[in-house]
């Protein structure tokens, strides 16, 4: 409890690789709750014991398939209304999902608890460039206020 | 003949599936037509057994990653014919238990499991929903000359919560399959009655399925029908209103206009008021988070048998993680989770059932609400 500053955490946690899950990296972090203004996200500093997987393979083919398509790409919910999604939409919904996590970090405070929970809509946004942008419309689930 | 889940990731293996159904005549089940076949949506197709080999061999020269979903199409229309295995005599035919179903469904395999175990099992009204919908519990008795007491669980007393009253259905299999050779579930029966409300909340469980799948309340109409539901566990009388709700409709937490406005919330709560002396144990099944919960929501102050409620709790928790290795949290839930008022368990415990434990299954965010099918039987079983 730091006067006047807000409430500082000391965490150590164990990440676990979503795509393999005996792949584990220790970490050590520090979390800060900033009293008084609520709109301020949190301040994170973590440090990692090792490192993180190379994920540059997966990206290219992920990649390259999204740029070999006709049309830009438009998916719906994600996993559907039984928890299923189709193999080939596993790389969108792991983008979901990371881009998801900015979010919820930016909105956490001490009494929220966010988990995403389904992809609502997806569509591929067509660029000029070599860069691939996506629009997501995600629906997260707060545990508190449910 | 085997069925198989086939992935197209590009447009010239799209073509090439659309080729191969056309020309070998293979059974389309998904997508309709071979017009629809498109890259990255999955294709599910019955190949003839002597189509098989050359058909995999021609997925595997194109680089075309596939599934055997079904190695032998006729073994499994054989286990499901009536007349089969002896073992499937007392549960209705071909019902899925690895799978989510509806409300008629349900309702249906309520009536089934009923008549083809009328011996043990009957059904019973306990009141009607706010769309006019009946609630039936099963009530799984022993003939005996000595009286038993009551072990009560209730599902889906939240709409999205779909592995809920899959537990339920499954917990009802696994007794009445089992009883005559289990010698636990033997035991069970010997001694207690079973009382199971595969789904509580009927009006919202159906509005999750037809039109919002992360629906949580029931559907009372409020503000002149702009406004709909209540949350049926903020909405019991204990304490009701004070934490962890809210007063507007709007919120998934809306306590409602008064403790027990619902009707639903009423049918249950008179029938277990009624019968509170013979019940020794109340149990309320919700997702997600992987918790067994003990009262109280709406305080931290424990209750008097907090001792002996927490070390079941936790011997139940440890044989759960016996089974897959699934970890479960045992504690209150004003502790362990989040202030509220107005809950079912809160309720039950304060009129004086002594075990009254809040079940959240799995899992713990990855997948939420939308569990997938394959967790089903996993989940069900460790959770027996």
Partial sequence: DLDDVGHKYSLELVLEDILDRDTTVNCTAEVLYHLGNKNLAPAVQFTLEGDLKNTDEADNTFYNQIRSLEKELVAENIPDSHGNM????????????????YVIWQNSTENTHFHPAQIKHVKQVKRSDEYLEFDYMILLHEMVSQ | ??????????????QHLQHLCSTLLLDLWKPLLPADIRAGEDLQMRVPAPLVQELKA???????????LIPDVQELVEQSMPGG???????????????????KEIYEWMGQIQRSNSELVTLQELGMTVENRTMSYLQISQPSNKPKKIIWMD???HAREWISPAFCQWFVKEILQNYKSDPKIRRLLENWDLYILPVLNIDGYIYSWEKDRFWRKNRSPHQHGTCYGTDLNRNFNSSWGSV?????????????????????????????????????????????????????????????????????????????????GTRYKVGSTSLLLYSNSGSSRDWAHRIGIPFTYTFELRDTGTHGFALPPDQIQPTCEETM
């Fill in chain 1, 86 to 101: 189709p193999p080939a939409l596993e790389p969108i919904h792991l983008l979901g999902w990371v881009a998801s996590g």
């Fill in chain 2, 1 to 14: 003949d085997q069925v198989l889940r086939v992935v197209p990731e590009t447009l010239q293996q799209a």
């Fill in chain 2, 58 to 68: 021609s997925l595997d020269q194109h680089f075309i990653a596939y599934k055997v």
């Fill in chain 2, 85 to 103: 295995r002896s073992s499937y005599r007392q549960v209705p035919q071909g019902y899925v238990y690895t799978q989510y179903h509806p409300m």
């Fill in chain 2, 155 to 157: 599902c889906g007393i």
């Fill in chain 2, 244 to 324: 962890g709700v809210s007063y507007n409709c709007s919120s998934d937490i809306f306590c409602g206009s008064g403790p027990e406005s619902e009707p639903e919330t009423r049918a249950v709560a008179h029938f277990i008021e009624r019968k509170k002396s013979d019940i020794l144990c109340y149990l309320t099944i919700h997702s997600y988070g992987q918790y067994i919960l003990t009262p109280y929501g709406s305080t931290t102050t424990p209750p008097s048998n907090s001792e002996e409620l927490i070390h079941v709790a936790e011997k139940a928790a440890a044989a759960l993680m016996g089974k897959y």
